[in-house]
């Protein structure tokens, strides 16, 4: 079929065209909704059944709901309380302020009586609360000084206004937190937990021969090992105990003695006072089984030491000593932390890095 044929017959064409698609997809359509509406009709079947099956919710039913609710609702009420109660204590004015203990009852942002805005700013009221925090966190060091970690107002001639006021205490306080936290890190290496429940032969074989009256104890911290037999002395002044203990290094890595104090809490296990007493221990490098291959400090070669002796041979300090209480406790201890240093402290410095930009407020 040439083009001009084509041109002149294209209705005719088209025509034929359309009586052949339109029935086709005509019957394509129907067949396709049909299967369609089938399933949505066999949905709304399934619906209206389950409907009428269901039975409906009694009384009781709605009652325990609404026990429910209220439950929640008083659960939700102690949460914040909990939460609350946590937070509350969280700004606290200088102890040194006359009036800090009322100060501490207003709410933040409330106002500031004059007097006490004005003693506030004072150098022996206001700067001592940063030594405070500093001295809390030693033996780590804050880097610089204080001055160069933290951040303060310098007021000079300023007086400040009650939101001066309030704004720098805020930052005293948020600070006080973040130094707890180096503080409590620390303490996590200087407290002994008390292992002495199922080490009890252990420790009657290591501690011969028996003395009577002695209590035996075994304490563990990330550190060390102290094994304790403790007995009121039969000889010197009242408040003589006599102790023997034996450190070991249960650590990783080889550390050195030198001398280490520790502080017994001793007391009733039950009730009754505590006291506390200093056990000063001497001694020299200990290494640590765990730790095979270490370096002397010595050693500039850097010469490793050879494999370290198993568990029941590990090197250890014994030692006996009398310490004196100052009182007449119970032969028994409580409770032993070490007394950091700074060989030990877990956070060394406090470097200036760490420290907050300073707010537009602070002068």
Same mark, same amino acid.
């Given at each position: ?55 409906? $919710? ?97 007021? =000079? ?27 409590? +890190? ?27 009256g002695e209590s035996l104890h075994r304490f563990e911290s990330p550190y060390w090992r102290l094994d304790l037999g403790i007995s009121k002395s039969d000889k010197g002044k009242a408040g003589d105990f006599n102790v023997r203990c034996k450190l070991k290094n249960i650590s990783h890595r080889r550390l050195n003695v030198a001398r280490i104090d520790f502080t017994l809490t001793l007391g ?66 409580? =409770? ?8 030990? +402290?877990?956070? $060394? ?15």
């Amino acid at each position: 079929m040439d083009k001009d044929t084509l041109v002149k017959q294209h209705f005719w064409i088209l025509l034929v065209l359309a009586l052949i698609l339109i029935p086709v997809t005509m019957g394509s359509v129907w067949m396709g909704v049909g299967d369609a509406t089938i399933e949505q009709k066999k949905k709304i079947e399934e619906r209206e059944n389950k409907l009428k099956s269901a039975k409906a $919710k009694g009384k009781d039913f709605l009652d325990a709901m609404e026990a429910e609710k209220s439950k929640q609702e008083g659960m939700k009420t102690v949460v914040w309380k909990k939460v609350y109660d946590k937070q509350k204590d969280l700004i606290q004015w200088p102890s040194r302020l006359t009036h800090a203990a009322s100060l501490n009852t207003l709410y933040f942002g409330d106002d500031v009586p004059e007097d006490d805005r004005n003693s506030f700013r004072r150098a022996d009221v206001y700067i001592p609360s940063f030594e405070d925090l500093a001295n809390d966190v030693k033996p780590t060091e804050l880097a610089g000084g204080w001055q160069q970690v933290m951040r303060y107002v310098r007021w =000079g001639e300023r007086f400040p206004s009650s939101e001066d006021c309030w704004l720098a205490v805020e930052d005293l306080c948020v600070q006080r937190e973040m130094l707890k936290c180096v503080g409590q +890190v620390n303490q996590l290496l200087a407290h002994f937990d008390d292992k002495t429940s199922g080490a009890e032969k252990e420790l009657q074989a290591l501690f011969q021969p028996p003395v009577a009256g002695e209590s035996l104890h075994r304490f563990e911290s990330p550190y060390w090992r102290l094994d304790l037999g403790i007995s009121k002395s039969d000889k010197g002044k009242a408040g003589d105990f006599n102790v023997r203990c034996k450190l070991k290094n249960i650590s990783h890595r080889r550390l050195n003695v030198a001398r280490i104090d520790f502080t017994l809490t001793l007391g009733d296990p039950n009730t009754g006072p505590t006291r506390a007493v200093i056990l000063p221990i001497e001694g020299e490098y200990l290494a640590s089984y765990k730790d095979v291959q270490n370096v002397r400090p010595e050693d500039e070669k850097g010469d490793e030491l050879p494999e370290q002796p198993k568990e029941k041979d590990r090197p250890a300090v014994f030692w006996e000593k009398t310490i004196n209480t100052g009182g007449s406790p119970k032969a028994f201890v409580k =409770g032993v932390d070490q007394r950091l240093d700074a060989r030990y +402290v877990p956070v $060394k410095h406090r470097e200036d890095r760490t420290r907050l930009p300073r707010p537009p407020h602070f002068g």
